[in-house]
């Protein structure tokens, strides 16, 4: 600061020694230029010592100024001298500064000078820096030593390491081999060593995996494993490191984490166990269940088995809540008494357990085995909440190496099992079946597609031509549904599924109004015949749908409604239905008669305009006496009913003959007319056929009266007269009444002859 004081002086010095030379200077210019102008010069010239003592003025002052000169620059001379030295001092000072040259002027010194004291201030703002990190690093120091004191008092292993990735060996600051062998003074191991004679859970080779990680992937390694300590207690142990720059050594440290690792494993047991029973819950099904199926013996089997409990709905919901969870917890109990040491529960969800039960050789004498314990737990009689229940249960199971591999896909099968006994689709214990899941499986899958099928109508409909046995020409159609969607192949497979998935009555209105609006676009020649419709809406449409049907359709056709009664259907329904069918205008028929489903209850309530006889009857009666004895009652019943009576299925010439000669009214089937979707005439071949069955089949009454009355003749004549012509009248009154000629004329014959002897 004292430098830059004089340097501010010098040049004030300078200005007003350069002030007093231009005025000097301008002085004298101007008296010796001024006469040479006008005579206001006079002035001067006429008054010399005036002039004179202007001239000396200016004269004195120029002398001043170049003496002040001098002396300014002594002074400059000194202060540059003095700079010199300063700036040298500098130099020791400060790193490298740039030289400034002599001959700078005062500004660009002034410059230099303010960037040197900038550099000084910041250096001296960097050193405040270092001295207070030094400070907290010290103090940072002291805390972790007073830190690991405080570790080592509570007897907790904690150490910093590093570990010589060419050398194998780790090299500890204090603490970790004291922890495990008790040499105090012992800070360096080989890594053979630290493995091989202290018990850790991991070994040498896991360890080096752990080093080619961090190497080949540039990471940190870290890894937690277990160690038997001095004390013979099982400390765990984390271990934390880093690659140094050179890639040759992992520095780090290892830390006791046992008392985080016991608290997670509580945490654990906690999740992965049932509260109510005891026994392992759903989330445990990974860990035991892949640990039994990977410790399995390649000569034995790891069987997962599926328990239900038959009984507990209908406990829980005649007792509540609480009681139904105490049986669950009393059954368990009664299970425990069974459970050995190769077993272990899980109670999977609601009453339903699951038991991987491990080392299994023979699995048809596990199922006996199985069984005789399901028999014993469910006749033992328990005691929940003071009520005295026992506890039936179904079981399914399947088999490691045999069904499945991995606990989720064993689980799936066993509970599928358990599923299909559980619906009495197979006896518990059930083993699973491959073949039965799949198509289980594909009905499933293809339930998610009903409702895009019922909203995008994929459905065609197509018609089968039906036959009258009394005239050999066409007497209706029956309309088929068939679904256009590639998932299934016939219209049976979708309607089960959609009773399944609660669509069926979507699906039957649809395939009913798509029967409806087809047939109506029909050719007019087949405006007089019957339209059948092969659904069963009778169990699914109301008045109000059977109403609108009459309405829009029953003016342009005529309409038979086929029923099939899957179940058993009340008698007052069966009633209202009746009417309202009636009242709309429409037959019905009862369709699939004699395959099970529709019985003679069914025909005695439902009383049917026709009885549709199943396929499975009329396949091969031409060969089954049994079968014929069995459609002749029906038709006997038919006729005393006024019913007509409708053979499907025929498929065969011998087929159609045998039902023209027994006397069903109409037929259907491949034999006769394929589906189409178009209206088709019956085949021609299959009309020949009938037609001249029935050409053989009428009587020709007046040949019939002739060959009588000639015959009788021989005995009476007037006798043989009237005879005859009383059984050409009730020959007649029989054809009228629709009993069969040949059977009638055979009794008249029989009793004729058997009275005359």
């Not at 040491?341 to 023979?362: A, E, N, Q, T, Y």
């Not at 089960?496 to 029967?515: F, Q, T």
């Not at 019985?599 to 006889?613: C, M």
């Not at 021609?684 to 007046?702: M, T, V, W, Y």
């Amino acid at each position: 600061m004292n430098y830059l004081r004089k340097t501010k002086r010098i040049i004030n010095f300078r200005y007003i020694s350069w002030v007093i030379y231009f005025t000097s200077y301008a002085g004298l210019l101007l008296i010796s230029v001024l006469p040479l102008f006008d005579n206001d010069t006079n002035l001067l010239t006429s008054n010399p010592e005036l002039f004179y003592w202007l001239l000396r003025v200016l004269t004195v002052s120029v002398g001043v100024n170049f003496v002040l000169q001098y002396f300014i620059f002594r002074r400059h001379d000194q202060a540059f001298f003095e700079f010199d030295k300063s700036m040298s001092d500098v130099q020791m000072e400060i790193l490298s500064p740039e030289e400034v040259s002599k001959k700078m002027d005062m500004m660009t010194l002034s410059t230099a000078l303010n960037h040197l004291l900038k550099k000084l201030k910041e250096k001296n703002e960097r050193l405040k820096d270092e001295i207070e990190k030094n400070h907290r690093l010290s103090e940072n120091i002291s805390e972790f030593y007073r830190q690991m004191r405080t570790l080592r008092d509570a007897e907790l292993i904690f150490d910093f390491f590093e570990y010589d990735i060419n050398g194998c060996y780790f090299t500890f600051i204090s603490g970790m081999i004291t922890a495990l062998s008790g040499e105090s003074e012992a800070t360096e191991i080989t890594a053979e060593d630290l493995f091989k004679n202290f018990q850790f859970s991991i070994g040498l080779k896991d360890y080096y995996k752990h080093v080619e990680r961090c190497l080949e992937e540039d990471c940190d390694m870290n890894f937690e494993c277990s160690v038997q300590g001095k004390d013979d207690g099982i400390h765990w142990l984390k271990f934390w490191g880093r690659l140094t720059q050179d890639k040759t050594r992992i520095t780090g440290a290892v830390t006791d984490i046992t008392r985080e690792v016991n608290i997670r494993i509580a945490e654990k047991e906690r999740i992965i166990h049932d509260n109510i029973t005891g026994f392992y819950n759903r989330n445990a099904l990974s860990e035991v269940g892949g640990k039994a199926i990977a410790e399995c013996k390649e000569d034995k089997h790891v069987v997962f088995v599926y328990i239900g409990l038959t009984k507990y709905q209908e406990f829980q919901e005649r007792f509540g809540m609480v009681s139904g969870n105490n049986y669950i917890r009393v059954c368990a109990e009664v299970m425990k008494k069974f459970i050995t040491k190769d077993m272990i529960p899980i109670r999977w969800w609601g009453s339903d357990f699951l038991i991987i039960v491990k080392g299994v050789k023979d699995l048809k004498e596990f199922e006996k085995e199985a069984a005789d314990v399901a028999d014993k737990i469910g006749k033992h009689v328990g005691d929940v909440d003071g009520i005295a229940t026992t506890f039936p249960m179904v079981m399914g199971y399947a088999a490691s190496k045999i069904h499945g591999k991995t606990p989720p896909e064993l689980l799936e099968f066993a509970a599928f099992a358990e599923h299909e006994a559980l619906r009495e689709v197979a006896m518990s214990p059930n083993e699973f079946n491959f073949e039965r899941f799949e198509k289980a499986h594909l009905a499933s899958l293809r339930r998610t597609l009903i409702k895009d099928i019922i909203d995008k109508n994929q459905l065609s409909v197509v018609f089968q031509p039906i036959v009258s046995l009394r005239t050999g020409e066409l007497y209706g159609f029956e309309a088929l549904s068939r679904p256009t969607n590639p998932a299934y192949n016939n219209i049976l497979e979708l309607i089960d599924d959609a009773e399944a998935s609660g669509h069926y009555v979507i699906l039957e209105k649809r395939m009913v109004y798509n029967a409806l609006d087809a047939y109506m676009a029909r050719d007019p020649k087949y405006k007089d015949y019957y339209l059948f419709i092969n659904t069963a809406p009778y169990a699914t449409l109301d008045e109000k749908d059977y109403n609108d049907i009459r309405d829009r359709y029953f003016n342009h056709m005529k309409v038979v409604f086929e029923v099939i009664e899957r179940n058993r259907i009340d008698s007052d329904e069966i009633n209202l239905r009746r009417s309202i069918v009636k009242k709309a205008g429409a037959k019905f028929a009862l369709d699939d008669f004699g395959s099970g489903y529709s019985n003679h209850l069914a025909l005695l309530a439902l009383e049917p305009d026709i009885i549709k006889i199943d396929r499975e009857l009329v396949r091969g009666i031409n060969a089954d006496l049994r079968k014929q004895h069995i459609l002749e009652d029906i038709i006997s019943y038919a006729r005393y009913r006024g019913t007509r009576v409708l053979g499907e299925g025929v498929e065969t010439q011998e087929e159609l003959e045998t039902l023209c000669r027994m006397g069903v009214d109409y037929v259907q089937g491949y034999f006769t007319g394929v589906p189409d979707k178009k209206l088709t005439e019956p085949d021609i071949r299959a009309k020949q056929i009938i037609k001249g069955i029935i050409r053989n089949k009428n009587i020709d009454l007046r040949q019939l009266y002739i060959i009588m009355e000639k015959s009788f003749a021989i005995i009476s004549g007037d006798y043989a007269k009237y005879f005859s012509i009383t059984v050409y009248l009730m020959i007649k009154l029989a054809k009228r009444l629709n009993i069969d000629e040949d059977r009638f004329t055979s009794l008249i014959i029989t009793t004729i002859f058997h009275g005359i002897g």
